[in-house]
């Protein structure tokens, strides 16, 4: 049987283990349903915001007609994905 100290539960968000007294999980900073439930339920169900860390990815290829173009926004702690969108274009832009 393991105690509180060492038991670890699973991310609604990221599915990352990690202590189960912990408030949020370190990998995604989603709310522990174990310690907050209604919390946890409200990011769930898109209510809150879960602290996500955008990175651009370019996975653009080359082939016989030209080049396919594949932008978006990976999040570096989860799996979450987004578009790019017309607010992301700046001065920091990615060049040709």
């Known amino acids: 049987m393991t105690d509180a100290n060492t038991a670890t539960t699973l991310?609604?968000?990221?599915?990352?283990?990690?202590?189960?007294?912990d408030e949020s999980?370190?990998?995604?900073?989603?709310?522990?349903?174990?310690?907050?439930?209604?919390q946890a339920q409200a990011e769930a169900k898109g209510a809150g915001n879960v602290d996500h860390e955008w990175k651009f990815q370019d996975d653009s290829f080359d082939h016989a007609f030209g080049?396919?173009?594949?932008?978006?926004?990976?999040?570096?702690?989860?799996?979450?994905t987004?578009?790019?969108?017309?607010g992301?274009?700046?001065d920091?832009?990615?060049?040709?």
């Open 11 to 21: 991310c609604w968000h990221c599915s990352e283990p990690y202590p189960i007294g």
């Open 25 to 38: 999980c370190p990998a995604c900073n989603a709310t522990n349903g174990n310690v907050n439930p209604e």
């Open 67 to 80: 080049t396919e173009r594949v932008h978006y926004f990976a999040c570096a702690h989860c799996e979450a």
């Open 82 to 86: 987004r578009p790019v969108e017309a």
């Open 88 to 90: 992301d274009f700046d």
């Open 92 to 96: 920091n832009w990615p060049e040709d």
